[in-house]
């Protein structure tokens, strides 16, 4: 049998991380996983309540490929309230996660062979649908020098591009990219033709700085969010983009013959989740405090900070001090001490080998146990 070469990208290595965690889980081990983006909380109990009554009516089906009316109409609302701007239910289209949205992002805007600008570090899930594609990915190292993000002077040093994504909150960095240096960047690909694409999945999870979107800046950028971080439900698959006008008719012709629509389900679930805020805000509160306490308690055990803790819920470390084999002291460090956490080789494949991410999604007792073991382990 003949393979393509399109499945011979690299591993998402957290969730390879993630699988033997489980795996070990399963045996009895009582593992603690700061590995993946997983927040410990249920999704809002209106969601819940919602899909609960929609079961009892049981006419679950499909909807339209770019989703349903209502919820389309709800996210609209929610730019107005949240962002202060407008925009046309029409211009949104829900998806699979925000995963299928970066699929469709790349399969409407870009051809095999066209050159999209990332940050390094940067999600891997990017560079390896963009590479599976066809699509060169142009990796752009961000430092303290360029405040951890992308600028107009970096794309310029790059050479010819066609798109740049860029994502604030950033994850593995945790980067808020401020208002005006996304003004800028929104500004600098639309006078030069280039497509942007704005990731802001990690929206309503700030802890530091100010949170904006690239839609107060102009119509043009393509917008992935999704409902799997600051609402907590991962599992629902469910996620939305805001397209320029010219783009929703490509977008909806391929949903349509990729997913059909996003699951009616987790919609009806989402469009409550919309209006759950109270609740909502009481989990963020709750990452902050694991923030707090993993910015004063990681450089004790000797893990540097390597990037800002503005937003999301990472924490991106070096770990020279202890190896420079980010993969085999993730591996070993789940094995003797049942604490699992994400080799930096998978958001930076130059500088990663020296590097780790850990997610402080979870409860405070739970980081608060696995700082305690790795303090053993370190000693």
């Known amino acids: 049998m003949k393979l393509s070469r399109r499945g011979a990208v690299e591993p998402f290595h957290a969730m390879d991380v993630l699988a033997e965690a489980t795996k070990r889980r399963a045996a009895g081990r009582p593992v603690i996983s700061m590995a993946v983006g997983q ?43 949240r962002h202060g701007v407008s925009v046309d239910p029409g211009r949104i289209a829900i998806t699979t996660g925000s995963s299928a949205g970066f699929n469709l992002a790349f399969l409407a805007l870009f051809d095999a062979g066209d050159r ?6 940067g999600y891997p899930a990017y560079r390896n649908i963009l590479a599976a594609l066809g699509i060169e990915t142009v990796e752009i190292e961000v430092s303290a020098e360029n405040g951890f993000t992308l600028t107009p002077e970096a794309l310029e040093a790059a050479g010819c591009i066609d798109g740049v994504l860029l994502a604030s ?13 996304l003004a800028a960047l929104s500004a600098y690909c639309r006078e030069n033709g280039i497509a942007f694409i704005s990731d ?5 999870l700030t802890f530091v700085g100010e949170e904006a979107t690239a839609l107060e800046f102009g119509e043009e950028a393509v917008i992935i969010n999704s409902f799997s971080k600051y609402y907590c439900m ?11 006008e010219k783009l929703v008719r ?26 759950a805020e109270a609740e909502l805000n009481v989990y963020r509160d709750a990452y902050r405090a ?20 503005d937003g999301a819920f990472y924490a991106y470390v070096d770990v020279r001090r202890f190896t ?6 993730a591996r070993r460090m789940l094995a003797e001490t049942d604490v699992a956490a994400t080799p930096g080789i998978d958001f930076d494949p130059l500088d990663g080998h020296h590097t780790m991410r850990f997610s402080y999604a979870g409860s405070f007792e739970e980081v608060n146990e696995a700082v305690d073991r790795l303090a053993r382990w370190l000693a």
């Open 39 to 81: 927040p410990v909380h249920p999704a809002p109990e209106a969601a819940r309540n919602a899909a609960r009554r929609a079961l009892e009516i049981g006419r679950i089906g499909y909807t339209d490929a770019l989703g349903l009316l209502s919820l389309r109409t709800a996210i609209s609302d929610f730019y107005k309230a």
């Open 116 to 121: 999209v600008a990332i940050a390094r570090p």
């Open 169 to 181: 909150p950033a994850n593995p960095t945790g980067t808020v990219t401020g208002r005006t240096n």
């Open 200 to 204: 802001e999945i990690y929206h309503g």
């Open 234 to 244: 991962t599992g629902w698959r469910i996620g939305w983009m805001v397209l320029p």
């Open 250 to 275: 490509p977008v909806e012709r391929i949903a349509q013959s990729l997913y059909i629509s996003a699951p009616e389900l987790s919609q009806i679930a989402a469009q409550a989740a919309l209006g």
């Open 290 to 309: 694991n923030r707090d306490f993993l910015v004063k308690r990681l450089p004790e055990l000797g893990f540097t900070i390597a990037s800002p803790m």
């Open 324 to 329: 420079n084999d980010s993969m085999a002291f």
